[in-house]
């Protein structure tokens, strides 16, 4: 059955991923993002194979989310599936250095924003008793690591809000799934670093990492499981990525 799919973050990365798996489909897709230029040129690409409403979109504006969804086109207004894929992490300091208002654009883009997407459209989906809200975690938010303070603490908030929904929403067929993928080779590290392109290519040098398609493929999997199978959360890291010992701050210096 061919769905109605609603992107956030859909101009790059996992989401422009999302969008190509699912217009191979013949999903009907609803595209949003903040850069108008990418989203119509991907809307022109998967023209070809479905329809697609591209949105500039702000998740940060609660206002214009409202407008968005309240202006969605009628083939495009009951959505059963939402990927909220929008979102960020700035810098890499530590948390005594970091900008705060770089900590401010997280928390309203990763936090904010990823709640006014599920409010107002879950309304519609919990009416038609169906639905599927895929959020976009990170294994940051379990697993901490030295400059990843505010940015992971926004991925613990999407991990425990994600299973929050699902215990109010028992008892509809509207479905919950956290993803929290580890490092993917997306423009997100050229986003952290502020656009030092030759920082973001450290991050991957040498690694067999996770792709946009690699993603985009699970986010295919978990939702195209059946209407009763409910993922919770999924954790999902390259083979080339695990965890470390804790780390031991000595007085004498000594590794
Ligand atoms: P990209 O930078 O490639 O994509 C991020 C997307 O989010 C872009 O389309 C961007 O579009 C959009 N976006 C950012 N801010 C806003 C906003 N205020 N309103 C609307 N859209 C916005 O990175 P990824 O594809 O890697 O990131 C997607 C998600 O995956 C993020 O939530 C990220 O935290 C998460 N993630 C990434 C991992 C990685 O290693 N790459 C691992 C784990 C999770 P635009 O700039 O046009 O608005
Ligand atoms: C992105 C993965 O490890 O850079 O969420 O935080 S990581």
């Given amino acids: 059955m061919e769905r109605t799919v609603f992107i956030t973050g859909a101009s790059s990365g996992f989401g422009a991923a999302c969008a190509r798996q699912f217009a191979e489909q013949g999903d ?26 591209p949105v500039t979109l702000d998740v940060r504006s609660r206002a214009r989310v409202r407008e968005a969804v309240e202006g969605l086109p009628e083939r495009f207004r009951e959505v059963d599936l939402l990927v909220n894929n929008a979102g960020l992490a700035l810098g890499l300091e530590p948390a005594h250095r970091a ?13 904010k924003g990823l709640t006014y997407c599920t409010r107002m459209l879950l309304p519609g989906m919990v009416a038609r008793n169906r639905g599927h809200i895929v959020n976009i975690g990170s294994t940051a938010g379990a697993w901490p690591y030295p400059g990843g303070n505010v940015y992971g603490g926004t991925k613990a908030f999407v991990e425990q809000f994600s299973r929050n929904l699902r215990a109010d929403l028992l008892g509809t067929r509207v479905r919950v799934t956290c993803l929290a993928p580890g ?9 952290r670093f502020r656009g030092d392109a030759e920082k973001a290519a450290q991050v991957y040098a040498g690694t067999e990492r996770l792709t946009a398609e690699d993603v985009a493929g699970i986010v295919g999997w978990v939702t ?25 701050h000595r007085a004498d210096g000594a590794e």
């Fill in 28 to 53: 009907r897709l609803v595209l949003a993002a903040r850069r108008t230029g990418p989203l119509l040129a991907l809307a022109e690409e998967l023209s070809a194979r479905t329809e697609v409403h």
């Fill in 224 to 248: 195209g499981l059946p209407p009763h199978v409910n993922v919770n959360t999924l954790e999902v890291m390259s083979i080339d990525q695990s965890w470390g010992p804790f780390a031991v």
């Fill in 183 to 191: 490092m993917a080779e997306t423009e997100f590290s050229m986003v």
């Fill in 99 to 111: 900008d705060l208002d770089e900590w401010d654009t997280m928390i309203d883009t990763n936090v």
